[in-house]
């Protein structure tokens, strides 16, 4: 990631703290509250309110999630302390997204996978008794138009449209930060980005409306190279295991200042190609990072076939040769010239890239004086 978001505090976290309430103070206490009522959010006013629109509703995202609060209350009734401590464990760490992306050792994050495998007694015989089953459909679903366009959870909770026009009044850039190549769409534009779940939500259970967990990306990043794959898990290795590593915290306070330098193998400049460029990134301090975000985004293959396109790479080396002309300078000085302004403004057409890319040109004796 080259550079974070800085983080918009919204209305809209007002969801997750309703789930907060919901899983620790309803579910948690099931057995000490007793047959379910509303009653028992009677600690959150505004979700108790909520929960009495939903249960005289007809609408799908009501009943979806009316019905499976009542479901998964149900089965809490018949836990341990034992599972219930483990289930607390779980939603408190899962949802520790910034501890998540250090790979704190204190926390241990739980898949779907490992909740199904590690725990069968949360497998009952059907859908409405599998409380597995029953958790996983609520988180999943959580995040849907069916429920969030409601009118009775946008007075609540506001409005996502809004949350992302607040959210880009401050994050100015108009640029992807997970390639920096992609344009994001802007507080002047009448669509949006999608929101990434960084930990993916199929795969991490009940972090699904968490704002923290929620990043907007560009379609390319998001829909063509991440998908489904996790910043917090490497893919399978020859054994099948998947093994937790770091990744970048998309609302880091710190700037994360990534080094990129490109090392081209000698060729005429027509015939550059992704196998003529190697890329290295920096600083060391955060390779293991840098590693998770190349590999989750396809970064190398994106960058490399940058370089090599007649309108970004052969562009920019056509610029040096051919411009310096019109401005009465050395393919010494041109050159100079473009990494100066590229440093200047580093995320404007990609010129990050381009500045990598330029010196590692020159380096490759691309750029050569003659008596033109």
């Given at each position: 990631?080259?550079?974070?978001?800085?983080?918009?505090?919204?209305?809209?976290?007002?969801?997750?703290?309703?789930?907060?309430?919901?899983?620790?103070?309803?579910?948690?206490?099931?057995?000490?509250?007793?047959?379910?009522?509303?009653?028992?959010?009677?600690?959150?006013?505004?979700?108790?309110?909520?929960?009495?629109?939903?249960?005289?509703?007809?609408?799908?995202?009501?009943?979806?999630?009316?019905?499976?609060?009542?479901?998964?209350?149900?089965?809490?009734?018949?836990?341990?302390?034992?599972?219930?401590?483990?289930?607390?464990?779980?939603?408190?760490?899962?949802?520790?997204?910034?501890?998540?992306?250090?790979?704190?050792?204190?926390?241990?994050?739980?898949?779907?996978?490992?909740?199904?495998?590690?725990?069968?007694?949360?497998?009952?015989?059907?859908?409405?008794?599998?409380?597995?089953?029953?958790?996983?459909?609520?988180?999943?679903?959580?995040?849907?138009?069916?429920?969030?366009?409601?009118?009775?959870?946008?007075?609540?909770?506001?409005?996502?449209?809004?949350?992302?026009?607040?959210?880009?009044?401050?994050n100015t850039l108009g640029k992807c930060p997970f390639c920096g190549i992609s344009d994001v769409l802007?507080?002047?534009?009448?669509?949006?980005?999608?929101?990434?779940?960084?930990?993916?939500?199929?795969?991490?259970?009940?972090?699904?409306?968490?704002?923290?967990?929620?990043?907007?990306?560009?379609?390319?990043?998001?829909?063509?190279?991440?998908?489904?794959?996790?910043?917090?898990?490497?893919?399978?290795?020859?054994?099948?295991?998947?093994?937790?590593?770091?990744?970048?915290?998309?609302?880091?306070?710190?700037?994360?200042?990534?080094?990129?330098?490109?090392?081209?193998?000698?060729?005429?400049?027509?015939?550059?190609?992704?196998?003529?460029?190697?890329?290295?990134?920096?600083?060391?301090?955060?390779?293991?990072?840098?590693?998770?975000?190349?590999?989750?985004?396809?970064?190398?293959?994106?960058?490399?076939?940058?370089?090599?396109?007649?309108?970004?790479?052969?562009?920019?080396?056509?610029?040096?040769?051919?411009?310096?002309?019109?401005?009465?300078?050395?393919?010494?000085?041109?050159?100079?010239?473009?990494?100066?302004?590229?440093?200047?403004?580093?995320?404007?057409?990609?010129?990050?890239?381009?500045?990598?890319?330029?010196?590692?040109?020159?380096?490759?004796?691309?750029?050569?004086?003659?008596?033109?």
């Amino acid at each position: 990631m080259l550079f974070p978001y800085t983080y918009v505090p919204h209305q809209m976290e007002r969801m997750q703290e309703f789930i907060d309430f919901i899983f620790l103070e309803v579910w948690c206490e099931a057995r000490s509250l007793g047959t379910f009522n509303l009653n028992s959010f009677d600690g959150k006013p505004d979700l108790k309110e909520l929960m009495e629109s939903f249960l005289w509703s007809d609408t799908a995202g009501a009943d979806f999630f009316y019905g499976h609060v009542e479901r998964i209350y149900n089965l809490f009734l018949g836990l341990t302390d034992q599972q219930i401590r483990e289930l607390q464990q779980w939603y408190r760490n899962n949802n520790a997204v910034e501890q998540i992306c250090h790979n704190e050792p204190h926390i241990s994050i739980a898949r779907y996978n490992d909740i199904q495998a590690a725990y069968p007694f949360i497998r009952g015989e059907d859908a409405n008794t599998n409380l597995f089953k029953q958790l996983e459909n609520f988180f999943k679903g959580l995040y849907s138009k069916s429920l969030l366009d409601l009118a009775v959870v946008k007075e609540k909770v506001g409005n996502i449209d809004d949350h992302y026009k607040e959210f880009m009044a401050v994050n100015t850039l108009g640029k992807c930060p997970f390639c920096g190549i992609s344009d994001v769409l802007g507080i002047y534009h009448t669509k949006r980005e999608a929101y990434d779940h960084y930990l993916p939500k199929g795969i991490y259970p009940f972090n699904s409306i968490n704002f923290k967990n929620l990043v907007p990306a560009c379609h390319y990043c998001n829909s063509s190279y991440k998908t489904v794959h996790s910043p917090a898990h490497t893919a399978k290795d020859p054994a099948g295991e998947r093994h937790r590593r770091k990744a970048f915290y998309p609302y880091s306070a710190n700037a994360h200042n990534i080094e990129i330098s490109i090392e081209l193998t000698p060729t005429h400049v027509d015939n550059i190609s992704p196998q003529d460029i190697q890329l290295s990134f920096g600083p060391e301090l955060i390779n293991e990072e840098i590693e998770t975000w190349k590999d989750v985004y396809g970064i190398e293959e994106r960058y490399k076939n940058k370089c090599c396109s007649d309108t970004d790479g052969k562009a920019w080396i056509s610029r040096v040769l051919d411009e310096r002309h019109n401005y009465e300078l050395s393919i010494e000085g041109m050159l100079q010239a473009e990494i100066r302004t590229a440093n200047n403004q580093l995320y404007s057409d990609s010129n990050f890239l381009k500045k990598a890319f330029l010196t590692g040109c020159n380096e490759a004796g691309i750029f050569v004086e003659t008596d033109e």
